[in-house]
Structure formats: C-alpha cells, structure tokens
C-alpha cells in the first residue's frame, strides 16, 4: 500500500487572521483581484468592524489547476477588519447599487503606536481607508468554491 500523498487530501477552506504588517501581507496576497458588489460592504462603528463579502480567485489553487487542466475557481470569503476607529473611501458611490468592484490590493501604513490605517486600493482609482487602533483582520471562505466565471486567472499575481 502506497503512502498517502498531499494531492489525496481534502481541501479545507480558508480561515487565517493578521495581527501585524506580516500577516497582513498574506491575506493580501490571497485577497487579490476579489470582486464586490458596494452592497457587500458593512461598518458598524458601535462593533469597530468593517466587514466585505468578496468573491476572491483561489490563487492557492491556481498552479494545481493549471496542472490537472480544470478550470480556475473563486469562493465566497468574509474579509474582517476588527479595531476600526474610523472609515474613509473614494471613487466608491454607495447610492449605486449595482456598482461591482475590485480589490487590487490590501496595505497598512503604520502609526506611531500600534495603529494606523489599513488601505484597500480598488481597481478603477478607488480606496477605502480604515483607521485602525491595531491590525486584527480574518479571511475565512463561507461557500464552497465555484467554476470562475471568466474561466480566466486574473491579470497580474501574488
């Protein structure tokens, strides 16, 4: 009887958390060119909580689906961005509800003290600026993955 290999297990969904700069660079990473409709985006500022539900491209599927020659997938993952002091945005109508955007990247600039903002650029010269008391945010998928309905990988990578 062979050994079981990586390619026999099952694959789990996402669920990391950032707690510094680091961290943060890698739900960045995973977080590229997700789509969102302004619909999907929520502040509760009594919670300090900003919140997207994204449809993100599985970059840490990509190389296997290119090798096995099925097709590239997307899921449904809740982004959350805890210790929110305050939210500023650009270039994003909320009165336009069936305004879709895309996240290009996730970046913190630090403070003096542990806080700071944390910066979603959007495709089209769009952000969202949060300021941030410390970097506490958490990537988790919520549905299972899906055929991507481009059939293409996104433009640029991680």
């Known amino acids: 009887m062979a050994d079981a290999t990586f390619d026999d297990g099952r694959e789990a969904p996402?669920?990391?958390?950032?707690?510094?700069?680091?961290?943060?660079?890698?739900?960045?990473?995973?977080?590229?060119?997700?789509?969102?409709?302004?619909t999907e985006i929520s502040w509760r500022p009594a919670e300090r909580r900003f919140a997207l539900l994204l449809n993100r491209f599985r970059w840490e599927d990509k190389d296997a689906a290119e090798q096995r020659g099925r097709p590239y997938e997307r899921v449904q993952s809740v982004l959350v961005v805890d210790q929110v002091l305050s939210v500023a945005s650009q270039g994003v109508d909320r009165k336009d509800r069936d305004l879709i955007l895309s996240l290009l990247s996730l970046s913190f600039e630090p403070g003096s003290d542990g806080d700071g903002h944390i910066v979603l650029t959007l495709a089209g010269d769009g952000a969202i600026r949060l300021a941030v008391e410390a970097v506490e945010v958490t990537l988790r998928d919520v549905t299972r993955p899906y055929q991507a309905p481009s059939g293409q990988a996104p433009l640029h990578e991680t």
């Open 14 to 38: 996402l669920n990391l958390g950032a707690f510094g700069a680091e961290d943060l660079e890698i739900i960045a990473s995973l977080a590229q060119d997700a789509v969102f409709p302004v």
